[in-house]
């Protein structure tokens, strides 16, 4: 697919002012502990959009911040989105801060990616007196109990602060993966994200700063606006492109890549060596990318020995798209996804600063990539279920 007109709407936007608050969080502890802060010292309000909370040290944190908060008068609204209590089955310590009571459904597709990607034992689940006590918390509403296929990651406090990227809460997230989270900060910020969730006004570049989102409630179905923006930021890089992914299965976006090489864009990706899932579905793709191209010098590829779950984009060191959405099926049609969208200098340079570190840690990619095309295979089948409610 050949976007129109977007390309050009993106190179006449006007650069923000450098006074405009847009910060980089970073990754790992310190950004969550930012976040753990915002929520704690909350005056009016918190509402969190949440895919994956585990019931382990960085959940429970949370948890505290939410009652401390909450028992100081804050309204507390979480979104917690039932389907991710599968990942929550699967990996780390295989706790739930929310979902305590595994159906035979979840329970069955937990046992099988377990099994695929050997992740055995138990996931019997421990009843958490925390949980329990957010649950009855007169200050506090929590969604939890509905399949919202809600795969971002918010949290906007008084209304003021508005945290995004691509963090679960759980131990793995902020201690052995490597995520990105960004924060504007701005009541104007806030009310344009609900008005974009809403349905309200279209994406529109030339704000500056907007946001890139897919709902389900909002959008017609098997429908996802955000995708051509996606791909026309993409096609519309003069000099480079950098991208720091956890998740490479949409062919458009690999074509996209490739044809930014071939007219000669200096294209970066960091990735993980083997991603948690789809680890072998991402080398095929990469391998892809590099025959495609002729892997010439101007594309470069990173594999880092951990795994990387950010989902970011910057575009001629201006431009920034980062959030909760993979280069994935699920992201464009399936999932619900908030990406935040920046044209500015100084924040794209701090975003791209904070990849930089991450890559140092990495291999650059400079032969044929193996994979097992049998679990590619599995991968394929269990994102193609996994995607069969989009588009």
Same mark, same amino acid.
């Given at each position: ?41 909350a005056e009016r309000s918190v509402e969190i959009r949440a895919f994956l909370w585990r019931d382990d040290e960085a959940g429970n944190q949370l948890g505290e911040a939410v009652i401390e908060a909450a028992d100081r008068g804050a309204k507390i609204t979480i979104h917690k989105d039932k389907i991710a209590a599968v990942y929550e089955y699967t990996g780390g310590n295989k706790q739930s801060f929310f979902h305590k009571r595994v159906d035979a459904i ?136 950098? #991208? ?6 949409? %062919? @458009?976006?690999?074509?996209? $890549?490739? /044809? *930014? !090489? ?101 291999? #650059? ?6 994979? %097992? @095309?049998?679990?590619?295979? $599995?991968? /394929? *089948? !269990? ?9």
């Amino acid at each position: 697919m050949q976007p129109v007109g977007l390309p050009v709407q993106l190179h006449a936007a006007s650069n923000p002012a450098p006074n405009v608050k847009l910060r980089v969080l970073g990754s790992g502890d310190l950004a969550f502990q930012a976040i753990i802060e915002r929520v704690r010292n909350a005056e009016r309000s918190v509402e969190i959009r949440a895919f994956l909370w585990r019931d382990d040290e960085a959940g429970n944190q949370l948890g505290e911040a939410v009652i401390e908060a909450a028992d100081r008068g804050a309204k507390i609204t979480i979104h917690k989105d039932k389907i991710a209590a599968v990942y929550e089955y699967t990996g780390g310590n295989k706790q739930s801060f929310f979902h305590k009571r595994v159906d035979a459904i979840r329970g069955f597709q937990a046992w099988f990616l377990g099994a695929v990607y050997r992740a055995p034992g138990s996931f019997k689940q421990r009843p958490n007196a925390l949980s329990a006590k957010i649950l009855a918390h007169p200050n506090i509403v929590v969604e939890h109990s509905r399949k919202r296929f809600d795969h971002s990651k918010v949290y906007i406090v008084d209304d003021r602060y508005l945290m995004l990227g691509s963090m679960g809460i759980g131990d793995n997230h902020c201690h052995d993966w490597i995520d990105l989270m960004v924060e504007a900060e701005g009541p104007e910020h806030v009310a344009r994200l609900k008005e974009r969730m809403a349905g309200h006004d279209e994406f529109d570049p030339s704000r500056g700063i907007d946001f890139l989102v897919h709902s389900r409630e909002v959008h017609r179905a098997k429908s996802c606006p955000m995708i051509s923006h996606r791909l026309a930021l993409i096609d519309a890089a003069q000099k480079s492109i950098t #991208v720091e992914m956890a998740y490479f299965t949409d %062919r @458009r976006f690999t074509a996209a $890549l490739a /044809r *930014a !090489v071939q007219r000669g864009i200096e294209v970066k990706v960091v990735t993980a060596e083997l991603a948690d899932v789809l680890g072998n579905t991402n080398r095929a793709t990469f391998d892809a990318l590099r025959r495609l191209t002729g892997a010439p010098e101007n594309l470069k590829i990173v594999l880092l020995p951990r795994m990387v779950h950010s989902k970011v984009v910057v575009i001629d060191h201006r431009w920034s798209d980062v959030g909760s959405a993979n280069f994935t099926s699920l992201s464009h049609g399936v999932y619900d996804e908030i990406n935040l969208y920046a044209d500015n200098t100084e924040f794209a340079s701090a975003i791209e600063t904070e990849i930089e570190a991450h890559a140092a840690e990495g291999q #650059v990619v400079d032969q044929k990539l193996r994979w %097992r @095309r049998v679990y590619h295979g $599995l991968e /394929r *089948a !269990v994102m193609a279920y996994q995607s069969r409610r989009g588009g």
